[in-house]
C-alpha cells in the first residue's frame, strides 16, 4: 500500500509492546510507533530498540505504512531517535513541531545518512512559529510526504483555548492544508480528544475533508473506522459522480458547454471532483 | 456606467448566440461573453468571431459592462482570445486561474498590444496558488480593475469540498477581498451553484459583503436582482445612516466626542460606513 | 501591577474630566485618555494638557495601568500627541491604525525622546494593510507591549460589514493574535458596540479568548468584571507557566541558552507569555 494512503493513523508509545502488538487489528492506513508523547521521558531511550522490534513484528501482519515518531527537531534526543529507522522496516518518520527552515535541512542530512530515499517524511505544524512558516518549511523539505496540523499543541502554544466549533483552528488549519495542496503531499488532520463522540469525531473528519485533508490523526481505535468511512467516497456519492460524468458528457457530445444536473449547473471543477471520487473509489 | 459598477455578473458561453442576444434583459451590471469553461473545446476557435459579434450586438441595448472571458493564462489558446478585444466594444477581459507574477505580465503585454488602455482586467483567484500569492499578484497588475474569488475551483485545486456553511473557504475569501481593497479594485464574489435557493443565495451575498465583496458572479439570471439588492443600501440603511450622521453630528456641535445611537456607540468607523452607505444610494 | 495585565481596557475621552474621574470606580486593568476618536477636533490641543492632568489624579486613585491614546500614525496631531506622556505618570501609549514600519520607527524615536523605557506601546491593528504586515510591524518594535485588533475600524476600512457572527473578522482576528503571540505580547481583542447584551460580550470575548486574546477593549463600564472572569488565567495555565519559567531558570542557571519544556524550545517569547500568564493570575 502507498505511504500515502493515510486515512487513518493511529499512535503507540513504542515502550508499550502491549499495545504496539495490537495495532493491526484495528486496521488503520498507517501505525505509529511514539518515542514523542506517549512514551515518559525515563524510557525513551531503551524505547527506540522496542520500537525496531515492534515494527519488525507488525511488518508481517500488516498491509498500511509503518512510521516512527521521534521527538522535536530542537530536542536533544532526535538525532539518536532518528538512527532507530536504519533498525526496522520504517515506510516514513513523523517529526512533530516543525518551525524552522534549518532544522528540517539537519533532519533531513540526518535521515540522509540512516535510511533510504523510500523513507518518508510526515512534518507536524503545531506552534504559531511553524504554522506562519509552513509555505517555506515545506518547499525546503525534500522527503515531505505528508504533514499534519496538530490543533491541541497550537492553541496551547498561542494561549488560546480549544471549543467545540473549533473555529479558532480555521485559520491555521486551512493553511496547513493549502500549503500541503502546494507541495503535493497528503494532509492529515487534527485529533478529536473526546474518545467517546463518534458523532463529534465525524463532523470534525467531515469538516477537515472539506478543507482538503485526507486523512486524521486518531487517538483511539474507534476512531479508525469512521476515518475510512469520511475519507472513502460514499456509494452515493459514487453513483452521483458518473451520473454527473455522463450528463457533462452528453452535453458536450451535443455542443453544449453547459448542463444542468439536479439543481447544479456542471462546469469544469465539478467534472475534476467527480473524477476524483471515482478515483478514490478504485474506479 | 463605470465598469467598476460590479454587483452581478452574468456569464454566457460565447458560442451560443441564443443565450448571448438576452442577455441585457436580464440588467446584470456586467455581461460576461465566455470563452472559457462555457464553451466547448471544439468551439472554441470559432466562437471568439462570435464573442466579438454578439459584444457588437449587445452594446447598443445594454447599458452595463462587456467583458471577455478568456481561457487560462497557461491554455495555449490564451493569445488567440485576447486579440479578440480589438473586434469588439469590450470593457475588459475576465482572466481565469491567475497564479504567477510572469504570467500577468504576459497578459498585460499582450493587451496592451490589442487595447486602448480603457480595457480593464479582472484577475480570477480560483487556484491555491493564486490566493498564496494574490497581493503580490495584484500589485504586479496595472490594469487591474476587479478581481474574483472562485470557490469551485478552488475547493477542486485544494482537494476539499464545498458544504452549505462554506466555512471551507473563509480563509481564501477573506484574504481576496483583503488583497482587492489594498489594490483599490472592486472584489467579486464566489458562485452559488444551487439556482433554485435564492435563499441561499441570498445569504451567501449577504456575506460576501460582510467581507469586503461588492459584487457576485451569478450563473442563472434570476440571481441577477438578489445582488443588486444585497449590494445596493436598503431604504431602511439608508435612513439609519442619515440618522446616524445626524446624532454624531450633534455629538460633535455640543462639545462631546462619543454618542450613543440605538444601544451602539458611534465612532468614526461607524461614521465612515453611514456615508459609504449614502453614495452608494447616490446621494 | 504590571502593565501587561490587560484583561480590561476602558476609555475615556481626555476633554472630559467629568468621565476621567470616573474611571478608576470601574476597576479596568488598563484606563485609556483618549485623544483619537474619543475628542472632538477642535478640542483635540487643548485636551492633550487635560490628559496629562487626569493622569496625574488618577494615579493615586488606581491600580491599574494608564495610557494616553494619541491620534493615528499619519496624522499632524501625532507628535504633539507623544510629548504628553512626559507630563503626567503614564505607562503606555496606544496607537491606533498602525500600517507601515516606518512609523513604527518615527513614533519609536519620539517616544525615546519623550519617555523612557518603560513606558510601552500598544500598537492598534485596524486598517486592511496593517493587518497584512502585522509581523513585521511587531518585529520591527522595540517598545511593543501589547497589540489590538481593531474590527470596527477594520471593516469599514475593508467596505465590508459587521455582522453578530463576526465571522467577517475570524481571518484577520486570528492573524493578529498570532503575531503577538511570535513577537510575546499581549493581544487585545475588538469591542463589542452593543452596550445592553452582557450575553453577547461574553460570548465575543470567549472566541476572543479561544483565538489568543488575553483583553479586551471595552466601551462601557458594565463590560470590565466580564473580562476579569473571561481572561483571568485557569489554575492549568498558571501551573504550566510556573513550570515553564522554573525550566527556563535551570537552563539559564546550568549556562545553557535553551532550554526544551514538554516537547517544545523555549524561547523568549514563550517565557514572555509565561509571565503575562502569571501577571494575569495577579502573582
Chains 1, 2, 3 share one sequence.
Request: one cysteine or more; a negative charge.
Amino acid at each position: 500500500m502507498p505511504i500515502t494512503r493515510l486515512r487513518s493513523l493511529l499512535y503507540a508509545p513504542a515502550n508499550r509492546p502491549d499495545l504496539t502488538a495490537k495495532m493491526a487489528r484495528f486496521g488503520p492506513d498507517a501505525a505509529i510507533l511514539d518515542l514523542e508523547d506517549g512514551t515518559p521521558g525515563d524510557e525513551k531511550i531503551s524505547a527506540r530498540t522496542m520500537a525496531a522490534q515492534a515494527a519488525t513484528d507488525l511488518r508481517p501482519r500488516f498491509s498500511g505504512s509503518i512510521w516512527l515518531r521521534v521527538n522535536a527537531p530542537r530536542d536533544d534526543l532526535i538525532d539518536g531517535d532518528i538512527n532507530v529507522v536504519s533498525n526496522g522496516p520504517f515506510d516514513g518518520i513523523v517529526v512533530p513541531k516543525i518551525e524552522r527552515v534549518d532544522d528540517v535541512e539537519r533532519i533531513e542530512r540526518l535521515l540522509n545518512a540512516a535510511a533510504s530515499n523510500a523513507v518518508g517524511v510526515m512534518w507536524g505544524f503545531e506552534t504559531v512559529l511553524g504554522i506562519r512558516d509552513c509555505h517555506r518549511i515545506l518547499e525546503a523539505s525534500t522527503r515531505a510526504a505528508a504533514a499534519f496540523f496538530g490543533a491541541e499543541d497550537y492553541i496551547a502554544d498561542l494561549g488560546g483555548r480549544r471549543t467545540p466549533s473549533s473555529l479558532e483552528t480555521l485559520y491555521p488549519r486551512s493553511k496547513v492544508a493549502a500549503a500541503c495542496r502546494l507541495r503535493g503531499i497528503v494532509a492529515v488532520d487534527q485529533v478529536v480528544l473526546a474518545i467517546n463522540n463518534p458523532e463529534g469525531f465525524r463532523r470534525d473528519a467531515l469538516e477537515g475533508l472539506a478543507l482538503g485533508y485526507r486523512g486524521k490523526n486518531c487517538i483511539h481505535p474507534s476512531q479508525v473506522p469512521i476515518c475510512a468511512d469520511v475519507y472513502s467516497p460514499t456509494e452515493q456519492e459514487v453513483d452521483r459522480a458518473r451520473r454527473l460524468l455522463t450528463a457533462y458528457e452528453n452535453a458536450v457530445a451535443t455542443g453544449r458547454g453547459t448542463a444542468n444536473f439536479e439543481g447544479q449547473m456542471i462546469d469544469l471543477p465539478l467534472v475534476t471532483q467527480a473524477r476524483t471520487i471515482l478515483s478514490l473509489a478504485g474506479e
